[in-house]
């Protein structure tokens, strides 16, 4: 059972240029997140899916883009890399339901210069 | 604004000796505070959770206190031990409605164990 796994680890980017993470879980969780990690500042909710085609902005969504086609994957898209967008990312997912833990995958390090 | 503030920012502690962290909300909806533990190049894992129905819960030698009167709880690690350092963080999330089990985090506390 891998759980949630992100793809790549690490990434440098040009300013202006555009990628996507990518995240897939093995465990049929309907929700699914993405955070970034910045130092002092705790992780901040980008955007969230509550399940297939069903997609929503978290707190800090500007520069990012999600979709949602199957239950598995949650990809991020970054369209025009700002050096603001430097930082980690996590990508997370929880079954629906009261309680429920967040399982997060080890996170991709992105630098934007 | 849903806010969760965490303190301190860094705390060093030796082997055997009592972590404490602390944390502060302002929303009054939040009823469940999760804590996550986070090693070196990880992503965060679940530690230990809290319904605001009781006062403290432990689980080994993690326990998380409860003041919903004051809008705070906190994280004590008894007998820490150099294998607890990382970083911890709280979170705040309302059950149920349309909230999706979604998590506000505090800003994190690096905890160093000295042996």
């Known amino acids: 059972n891998a759980g949630v796994t992100q793809t790549p680890k690490f990434r440098i980017l040009k300013i202006g240029q555009s990628m996507t993470l990518q995240c897939t879980q093995d465990?049929?969780?309907?929700?699914m997140y993405w955070y970034r990690q910045d130092p002092g500042m705790g992780l901040k909710l980008i955007y969230y899916?509550?399940?297939?085609?069903?997609?929503d902005k978290g707190e800090v969504p500007n520069g990012y883009n999600v979709s949602r086609s199957t239950t598995e994957d949650f990809p991020l898209r970054l369209e025009l890399a700002a050096p603001s967008q430097t930082s980690v990312y996590f990508c997370?997912?929880?079954?629906?339901?009261?309680?429920?833990?967040?399982?997060f995958g080890d996170g991709t390090r992105l630098s934007i210069l | 604004q849903q806010q969760v503030k965490q303190s301190p920012q860094s705390l060093i502690v030796q082997k055997g000796g009592i972590s404490i962290i602390n944390c502060a909300y302002e929303?009054?909806?939040?009823?469940?505070f999760p804590w996550y533990q986070q090693f070196p190049g990880k992503g965060p894992a679940l530690l230990i959770a809290?319904?605001?129905?009781?006062s403290e819960k432990k689980e080994g030698r993690f326990t998380i206190s409860f003041n919903k009167s004051a809008k705070q709880f906190s994280l004590h690690i008894m007998d820490s031990q150099p294998g607890d350092s990382a970083t911890y963080f709280c979170?705040?999330?309302?059950?149920?409605?349309?909230?999706?089990?979604?998590?506000?985090f505090g800003q994190g506390t690096i905890l160093t164990v000295h042996p």
């Open positions: 997370a997912s929880r079954r629906s339901g009261d309680n429920q833990p967040q399982h």
């Open positions: 465990m049929n969780h309907n929700y």
């Open positions: 899916s509550v399940g297939a085609g069903i997609t």
């Open positions: 929303n009054t909806a939040f009823d469940y």
């Open positions: 809290i319904r605001p129905d009781v």
């Open positions: 979170a705040a999330s309302s059950l149920g409605g349309t909230s999706y089990g979604k998590l506000t």
